[in-house]
């Protein structure tokens, strides 16, 4: 019977994990953020998830660029070196847009566990044309309806500018010529559902340069959600629970409600 052995349970998470050892990786890069174009030197550290030594179940491990509609970028597959050591880089695209992306990176042995098990890190690429051309946005949201409305300035004079050609595209949708009005904005008018990604691209071209860059749009604020938290973790039937609650806006911030 499992009272007649010591530590019985131990045992068993212990014999468990050595016939089917956990991985966990962590991933260094040299810099958080990057110019387009530029390169990622990264260096992978593959351990045991229990112990945090180092392990060696997976030849390779896979790094990913995600970009902010979880698309993938960039892969590369490196094995390790004569000490087990995982490193190399990633080559970014001269005209990747601007925006917040997601580095990933797993072992094949790791997507038994699922993505949550995978190893994330924000990273943040810059096009060196933003250093010219500075897009102002501005977002007005009600509901799921969106009034965008941009003017791009030049930053060496602070002067409006008119790009030659400016469009913009979020979720699956077509993508939307933008055409200027007399006071040289650009205005858009759309309406999102529950199931589009709340992620817009803008691209510009100026005097023959590309620029593009993601903007994440955001919610209505007048929109909050509630959760109730009965005391013990149910509510008992015939009798007086203590519920707490917690409201929380969709920018995921806490409201004040009553």
């Known amino acids: 019977e499992l009272s007649s052995v010591p530590d019985s349970i131990s045992l068993f998470f212990q014999q468990q994990l050595d016939a089917f050892p956990q991985e966990k990786i962590h991933v260094q890069t040299d810099k958080s953020s990057y110019l387009s174009g530029e390169r990622i030197w990264f260096r992978a550290h593959l351990v045991n998830a229990l112990s945090h030594r180092p392990i060696f179940i997976s030849r390779y491990v896979y790094v990913e660029v995600i ?4 698309d993938l970028v960039k892969r590369v ?36 566990m699922g993505e949550d098990a995978f190893f994330r890190k924000k ?63 650009y205005y858009w008018n759309f309406k999102l559902s529950e199931k ?46 203590q519920v707490g609650f917690k409201s929380l806006g969709e920018g995921g911030l806490g409201e004040d409600i009553s």
């Open 77 to 112: 597959k490196v094995r390790p070196d004569s000490t087990g050591a995982y490193y190399g880089y990633v080559d970014l695209d001269d005209e990747l847009a601007e925006g917040a992306y997601t580095l990933r990176a797993y072992t094949n042995y790791m997507r038994n």
């Open 67 to 70: 970009n902010p509609v979880d």
């Open 123 to 185: 990273i943040h690429v810059l096009d060196p044309f933003s250093l010219q051309i500075e897009p102002r946005v501005s977002f007005e949201v009600e509901k799921n309806n969106i009034n965008l409305a941009i003017q791009f300035v030049d930053r060496q004079n602070n002067e409006i500018v008119i790009p030659d050609v400016v469009t913009g595209k979020f979720s699956t949708k077509a993508v939307n010529t933008l055409n200027p009005k007399a006071d040289y904005t």
């Open 196 to 241: 589009d990604s709340r992620v817009l691209l803008l691209s510009l071209i100026y005097k023959g340069r590309k620029y593009n860059r993601y903007y994440t749009i955001p919610y209505d604020q007048s929109d909050y959600n509630v959760s109730f938290f009965p005391e013990g973790g149910y509510l008992i039937p015939g009798e007086i629970c």
